[in-house]
């Protein structure tokens, strides 16, 4: 299981995901190849005993020079380097001459390892990416990129690159949990012992890193090179992978779009275990709308503190709930939406509440929950609260319309207006909301269980593993991807 960010050092949805699939099928073995920031970060789930895990660090703590290497070898990875930037800039460079790239890249890797066998020496990596913007003549007069363009941008690849050095996994089956740097070391499998690679997206990565660039602190060729990399990086995914399996259907058209193929594509829902929702009961005194997830930009709670206080000028006793922890780094996100509640004059209307012992009890607290994303997959708190019985209002992104269907309000992302109508609508009809609640709870037990979820990864593993046996033997297996 190839992870990034997220299982088992810290939580949240995909995190949910990861630890049901690993103690649902506990008849399977399971290695995580977790990459991390520092490498140092501690596990905050308890490890099952089907679990070991291996931690693949982006910016490990620096102890020591880079140690001599070989000119035969150098001149090995100057050539490699070389043709990925090309094909990071090039017009017309396709998703074929980055993966020929990144297989020499990972081929380098396993000829000389280390944990700096990548880093490029003496800015020549920066030489050469500053030899191709000069080259591409899309590039802005006003852009003018700078040698410190040049070395931020490579470093910011070099540390991408970082799971190639771990050694590759040699296992029955490799499952990326999400797409981009967690398919590296799948990759790397693949391409040196034939293990088939499953790719799971909840999230649509390629647009999430989209959505991040645009908001990071880069140069205008910096961000450029980055989005290019992360492009061909999740297209050499997509077209590698032996079987994707998106939790839910709207993810399948950023995945054709770059270069998946259909047959391959098979859409397994999350779940959630029907015992720890029950539904939740009495509704509390005072109109509430409850919110649960981690405190980040994604989540767009700007978005959902202006809604609230639309709905506080129509019912001044009303209540937001923010239920949820802030992950390292999410610091002064979480400082700007509280300076929002301040600027606002909703302080003491609006509660940060932080992590909750049980997640229901979130979902309790209100009478509507609310979910107001910018990206999503098909998201655990939604079909959580379903489960619950509680009537939703969700931003119509990702696979949030699939999980709804007619059980809940959609509204468009990032327009608080809409989502404060549709809030205000089931707070002040009560016949409605309960109904919507009730009917959401019959949909998430008829559709989204977790039993479901782990039966058919249990299927999936076995096909893959019986298929490269078959193909060792001189036997191929019928294509997957079409039961």
């Known amino acids: 299981m190839l992870t990034e960010g997220t299982y088992p050092q810290s939580f949240g949805g995909v995190s949910v995901w990861c630890d049901q ?29 089907n679990l070991t895990v291996h931690s693949i660090a982006l910016w490990p703590p620096v102890t020591r020079r880079p140690r001599p290497r070989r ?65 591409c003549a899309a590039r802005p007069a006003i852009a003018v990129p700078s040698v410190l363009d040049a070395l931020t941008a490579v470093d910011v690849i070099e540390r991408s690159l970082r799971p ?30 034939g293990a088939p690679m499953v790719l799971t997206e909840h999230g649509v990565y390629l647009r999430e890193r989209y959505l991040g660039l645009r908001a990071a602190d880069y140069h205008w060729p910096v961000k450029a090179t980055l989005a290019a990399f992360f492009r061909l990086l999740c297209t050499t995914a997509y077209r590698s992978a032996d079987l994707i399996a998106p939790g839910n259907k709207y993810n399948r058209r950023w995945e054709t779009t770059f270069g998946a ?24 005194d005072v109109p509430t709308v409850a919110w649960a997830g981690r405190i980040d930009p994604i989540k ?19 209540r937001l709930r923010i239920f949820g922890g802030t992950p390292a780094g999410g610091e002064g996100y979480r400082e700007s939406c ?20 049980e997640i229901r009890d979130a979902y309790a607290a209100g009478h509507v929950v609310a979910l107001s994303s910018i990206s999503e997959g098909f998201p655990y708190t939604l079909i959580e609260a379903m489960t619950s019985g509680r009537a939703t209002v969700s931003t119509d992104v990702g696979g949030v319309g699939e999980a709804v269907g007619d059980t809940g309000l959609v509204v468009p992302p990032r ?31 008829a559709n989204f269980t977790v039993d479901k979820a782990v039966d058919s990864y249990d299927t999936i593993y076995h096909d893959l593993a019986f298929r490269l046996t078959r193909e060792a033997a001189g036997d191929p297996d019928p294509a997957v991807g079409t039961r």
């Open 21 to 49: 699939l690993v103690r649902g099928l506990g008849q399977h073995e399971f290695e995580v190849y977790a990459i991390e920031t520092t490498g140092t970060e501690p596990a905050v789930w308890e490890l099952p005993s």
């Open 71 to 135: 000119p035969q070898f150098d001149d090995r990875l100057a050539s490699a380097y070389r043709d990925l930037i090309r094909a990071l800039l090039r017009p017309g460079s396709d998703a074929g001459a980055f993966e020929a790239a990144l297989r020499d890249l990972a081929a380098c890797a396993v000829a000389d390892p280390g944990p700096d066998a990548l880093a490029p020496y003496g800015g020549a990596a920066a030489g050469w990416l500053i030899d191709e913007w000069s080259a």
């Open 164 to 193: 190639l050095l771990h050694p590759a996994p040699k296992v029955d089956v490799t499952h990326a949990v999400t797409n981009g740097l967690a398919t590296l070391p799948g990759l790397a499998a693949k391409w040196r012992y």
């Open 261 to 284: 193929d259909p047959s391959r594509i098979e859409t397994v829902y999350n779940g959630v275990a029907p015992a720890d929702f029950p539904a939740a009961g009495t509704e509390p």
């Open 300 to 318: 767009d709670l700007i978005t959902l503190i202006r809604c609230f206080a639309l709905i506080r000028a129509e019912l001044p006793t009303a």
């Open 338 to 357: 509280e300076a929002l509640v301040a600027e606002l004059d909703l302080t003491g209307a609006v509660t940060f509440e932080g992590r909750v012992a």
């Open 415 to 445: 327009d608080p207006e809409a989502m404060a109508a549709a809030c205000l609508e089931l707070l002040r009809d009560d016949a409605r909301r309960q109904d919507l609640g009730r009917r959401a709870r019959e949909r998430a037990l």
